[in-house]
């Protein structure tokens, strides 16, 4: 597609339970991101792809968190053993290189943990 | 690291206009955007500042001092549409990654 794909949309999860976030970014964009965003509250930076360097993970907010980018496209968030805590907007964005242009974000998926 | 700062709330009528201010403080300096973000939406972008100056762009203007940490969003002729929040992101030079302000609600009353 055009933009920036993130699925599910909305995912309702039991704490304890693991879940995965999935993003394909648009075609071409080399630099992948991932955020939070809590209600009411900013973007809360978790990690970034470029190429294929190392991650940047120093926005991961514990060892439950990970993420993993195939093929330098398609990118999945997994968080272990969710807590009630981790309940937010998860935001995916793209941009075309390291240290040019905007980012495009995705819609997000909305993680709710009962 | 960076330090970004916006007021949480601002209120502006209609056909008015309003400025939002950011103030950020990093290791080195890459770049200022601003991104606005409607409620239950993705974040869009609006403006991107490098060097020292104003940028205008239709109603909306952003000016970047980098000597003082400081940039701004003015918003010209306020529609109800504009009710959104502002967001102030700073690229760092050692990093590709942007950081974030935590925004800035800006509520256009009729």
């Known amino acids: 597609g055009a933009g920036v794909s993130q699925s599910p949309s909305n995912k309702v999860t039991e704490k304890g339970k693991d879940v995965e976030l999935r993003c394909d970014p648009i075609s071409g964009h080399t630099a992948l991101y991932w955020y939070r965003q809590s209600l009411g509250q900013g973007l809360e930076f978790l990690i970034y792809f470029q190429g294929n360097s190392a991650p940047d993970k120093s926005g991961l907010p514990s060892d439950r968190f990970s993420a993993e980018r195939t093929g330098g496209s398609v990118s999945t968030l997994t968080i272990q053993r969710t807590q009630q805590e981790d309940s937010a907007v998860y935001l995916c964005?793209?941009?075309?290189?390291?240290?040019?242009?905007?980012?495009?974000f995705g819609e997000g998926s909305r993680l709710t943990v009962l | 690291g960076q330090n970004i700062d916006q007021p949480t709330e601002m209120t502006a009528t209609e056909g008015a206009i309003v400025q939002i201010n950011c103030t950020y403080q990093t290791s080195g300096f890459n770049g200022l955007f601003w991104y606005q973000q409607h409620a239950g939406e993705a974040p869009t972008f609006l403006s991107y500042?490098?060097?020292?100056g104003l940028e205008e762009k239709g109603r909306f203007s952003s000016f970047l001092s980098r000597s003082k940490g400081y940039s701004y969003l003015l918003l010209k002729e306020l529609q109800m549409k504009d009710s959104a929040s502002y967001l102030c992101a700073v690229r760092d030079l050692s990093w590709g990654k942007l950081q974030f302000g935590a925004g800035t609600q800006v509520v256009v009353t009729p």
């Open positions: 964005a793209s941009s075309f290189g390291e240290n040019t242009g905007e980012l495009f």
């Open positions: 500042n490098v060097l020292d």
